[in-house]
């Protein structure tokens, strides 16, 4: 990892001295046009670069900064600032027909630091095309189309994040390809990888929990078990209506067997997720959704505090209220936005008294973002969550004031 971060320290370092010299040498190189019409499967290249000359090695990223107060029940824990993450990409094409991508996140101020993609796409045709190396597994729209300046909330949904493993990446190969029909566009990915673990239920939280995977850096190394992970997703968008994907992720998450001798019967993980997207054209109005179901095959010896079953998701409604010169940008839009939100981290009922079990919460975050320019945006949140635990007991209320801006860079 060391390597990573001297290899980005020098790009850094070439952009600034050749800079120095002639500005004229850098250009933007616009999002990816290589797939034709954009769907959330091209939200890896879907991004601005910056190039120097004709360097065939293209940089750029993204910085993520918020502030926040909070109280629940009552309690507030005081103002809180914070810079959640800094990303950078590299990408460079090494033919017109190979390609190469990273993103390296820096998380928490720089505490951790992970590659979240970094792999080779080689392109055969447009319906088959081929990619290995470190992929973001397909499941549901956001854990692909992540990046902060993206979106108009300081917090990602919290379905996608802690019910889902957000960001979710794994070494592996797979397909992946494009077609286009008049105003129609399909697309596809299939991908075999490493997987979970046994952490997503021998973890500190007490429950099944997908996101314990991704603190296992040996996923990128070897696979726990010997057995691939599969993701696969199909989208199908019309310009005029939008975008809908269906999408697949599953395998074995325990290690049943060690140099031959069977430990324990294979048990797997299944998730399914479905997202769309669309825009009304004569207001403008975004709608995003997402919504996923999970199935985990909890050994029997595990209390009832290990959920079987999950679901959950979101949706997020964007209103432009106002667009053109705002302060002087020339092309900024004002922006009322409001998401509402679900999870249940165990759905089913008690066996011994047949009542329901919680470990739930839903939230509404009306917000309001301005973007002096698309690649930036200041946003301001205002969250109310109600959270029950495992026994149902009353909600627990939380309301959050959050303050936020994020660009790509």
């Known amino acids: 990892m060391k390597y990573i971060l001297v290899a980005c320290c020098c790009l850094g370092l070439m952009h600034v001295s050749i800079a120095q010299v002639d500005s004229s040498l850098f250009r933007r190189i616009p999002r990816d046009t290589s797939f034709g019409k954009s769907m959330n499967m091209d939200a890896v290249y879907n991004r601005p670069f910056l190039s120097v000359g004709k360097v065939p090695v293209a940089t750029g990223g993204y910085v993520e900064s918020d502030y926040t107060y ?24 090494l033919h017109r027909k190979i390609k190469f991508l990273t993103e390296v996140e820096f998380e928490d101020g720089g505490k951790e ?24 597994n397909p499941i549901g729209a956001f854990n692909q189309n992540h990046d902060g300046p993206k979106w108009e909330f300081v917090e990602r949904p919290v379905a996608m994040t802690q019910m889902l493993p957000a960001t979710w990446s794994n070494v592996g190969f797979g397909l992946f390809g494009k077609k286009y029909s008049s105003s129609w566009a399909f697309g596809y990915e299939l991908y075999l990888t490493n997987g979970f673990d046994e952490s ?9 929990y997908l996101p314990a995977a991704k603190n296992s850096p040996e996923r990128f190394m070897e696979s726990s078990n010997g057995q691939p992970l599969v993701t696969g997703k199909v989208a199908l968008q019309k310009k005029s209506i939008g975008e809908v994907g269906i999408s697949y992720m599953g ?14 019967e294979k048990r797997r993980v299944d998730v399914v997720a479905v997202d769309f997207n669309t825009t009304i054209p004569v207001w403008k109005t975004r709608i995003i959704g997402e919504w996923a179901w999970v199935h985990v095959n909890v050994p029997l010896s595990y209390g009832p505090q290990y959920g079987h079953r999950q679901y959950g998701g979101f949706i997020d409604v964007v209103q432009p209220v106002k667009s053109g010169t705002i302060f002087g940008f020339s092309r900024s839009v004002l922006n009322a936005a409001c998401r509402i939100e679900y999870g249940d981290w165990n759905v089913g009922k008690f066996e011994e ?26 946003r301001v949140n205002y969250r109310r969550e109600w959270s029950r635990d495992i026994i149902n007991n009353p909600s627990s209320r939380t309301a959050i004031i959050q303050l936020g801006i994020s660009s790509y860079f």
């Open 70 to 93: 909070s109280t629940m029940d009552g309690i507030s824990e005081g103002h809180t600032f914070r810079i959640p993450r800094l990303t950078l990409f590299i990408a460079s094409s």
């Open 113 to 136: 630091v992970s590659i979240e993609f970094a792999s080779l796409d080689f392109m055969f045709h447009p319906l088959v095309n081929f990619r290995g190396g470190i992929v973001m």
């Open 200 to 208: 997503i239920i021998t973890n500190t939280r007490n429950r099944t």
């Open 251 to 264: 395998g074995v998450y325990n290690k049943f067997q060690d140099d031959g001798l069977v430990l324990d």
């Open 353 to 378: 008294t047949g009542t329901t079990i919680g470990d739930c919460f839903y939230a509404v975050v009306p917000a309001v973002s301005f973007r002096p320019t698309p690649q930036t945006v200041i």
